[in-house]
């Protein structure tokens, strides 16, 4: 087999088995794989004349001043890792995941726009089948569900993903299939609903509430008064549903709803941040090191007891505790360079305004959880920024 025939079995078997796998998490591990060899045998070159647009030239600038940052805040943490052995081994798989999507995915972009639509009509097959699962599993069982996962968590992030990405492949389609989206969707929010995943729930709504927005940037600039209306009555829709679904859940669904606003019902939350907040006063600068929490935790609880903690359960204060002020400070603007230049201009089609709301639906989601840290999840959500980021290069074209 010639080198191109070998790089094109890769770059379509990869992505594929990645896309039909990721709704389960781990299943997408063997495309991920060829992805990873794609990488090593292709190379993906930036065409020199993308840097010709300033606005791609800054985004690869602060880009790599982004990653090669995080990469030296892990790094350093080495030195102040109470494991150095996790620290590096965490260090490692994270900043191979920065470099895939600074390098891999943005320049896959910048090359051919929109590529990977071709490969998203797995993901209602695969997405649907383990919604199926988990609504299966309550309907049986009366209580949270965990559908293949060993907790409910985890579950309810792939199917948000998949909530997002099979919409995105089912819109794309002209006539009537591209409707299919609206039972999809509705199979997936039932998904999403039984697994009781409250920071799931969140960035669910987030994640819709940012597509609703850049949806109606275009008809704002053609009609101010429908776009407002419009927008009225998306909300109005919206807190409908939410109501609608509500009243259809028993009670214990109601009562974990609820808890979303109750500080009393979220006190292992609140024990479990002020524990973290006095590990990062104690250790602001650098951290305690990438995977180290979980060997400094016990000695900042003092009196509060519970159970030892290995990850903080909110984003940023995981990047705090792990790689300090210097670490946190550059995955700030790696977030920044993501959602700045990935921003989608007015008139881009749909799939990809469900791309960007999809890397906001996964931050807010990990407010209140550590999803991220999961390497097939963190392996998506930097093709995400990546591939959002490449955007920038192509705005020249679409304007």
């Not at 796998?21 to 993308?50: D, K, N, T, Y």
């Not at 602060?62 to 790094?75: D, K, M, P």
């Not at 935790?297 to 792990?322: C, K, M």
């Not at 963190?378 to 679409?398: D, K, Q, V």
Request: positive net charge; charged residues 10%; without cysteine.
């Amino acid at each position: 087999m010639d080198r191109a025939r070998l790089t094109d079995v890769l770059l379509h078997a990869g992505w594929l088995l990645f896309f039909a796998g990721i709704p389960f998490s781990g299943l997408s591990a063997p495309g991920i794989l060829l992805i990873l060899i794609h990488w090593a045998v292709a190379r993906p070159q930036l065409p020199p004349a993308a840097l010709a647009n300033p606005r791609t030239a800054a985004a690869v600038k602060w880009y790599r001043i982004a990653v090669f940052g995080l990469l030296a805040a892990y790094a350093a943490g080495l030195a102040v890792a109470a494991s150095p052995v996790d620290a590096l081994g965490a260090g490692l798989g994270n900043g191979l995941l920065l470099l895939f999507g600074a390098v891999y995915a943005f320049r896959l972009e910048v090359a051919n726009p929109g590529w990977w639509r071709r490969y998203l009509w797995v993901v209602p097959l695969s997405g649907a089948v383990h919604a199926g699962i988990g609504i299966a599993q309550y309907l049986e069982s009366g209580t949270r569900v965990m559908g293949v996962h060993s907790n409910p968590n985890a579950y309810a992030t792939v199917l948000l993903a998949a909530l997002y990405l099979g919409v995105a492949a089912l819109v794309q389609y002209g006539g009537r299939r591209r409707w299919l989206a609206v039972p999809y969707a509705a199979v997936m929010a039932a998904g999403l609903l039984v697994t009781g995943s409250r920071g799931a729930w969140v960035g669910a709504l987030a994640g819709a509430a940012v597509f609703g927005a850049l949806a109606l940037r275009g008809v704002w600039r053609a009609n101010r008064r429908r776009a407002l209306a419009a927008g009225a009555a998306g909300l109005v829709l919206a807190g409908l549903a939410v109501g609608a679904v509500y009243a259809a859940a028993d009670a214990p669904m109601q009562r974990r709803m609820a808890s979303i606003f109750d500080l009393n019902a979220n006190q292992d939350r609140v024990v479990l941040y002020q524990t973290m907040w006095d590990l990062i006063s104690d250790n602001p600068v650098l951290g305690v090191g990438v995977n180290n929490i979980k060997h400094r935790f016990a000695e900042y609880q003092g009196d509060r007891g519970g159970p030892v903690f290995g990850i903080a359960h909110n984003y940023f204060l995981q990047s705090l505790g792990e790689t300090g002020i210097v670490g946190t400070v550059f995955l700030l603007l790696l977030w920044f360079v993501w959602l700045y230049y990935g921003l989608p201009p007015v008139g881009a089609p749909a799939p990809r305004l469900l791309l960007y709301s999809l890397a906001v639906a996964l931050l807010v989601r990990d407010q209140f959880d550590g999803a991220l840290t999961i390497f097939y999840l963190a392996f998506l959500l930097n093709w995400l920024g990546g591939t959002l980021t490449a955007a920038a290069a192509e705005r020249r074209a679409e304007t």
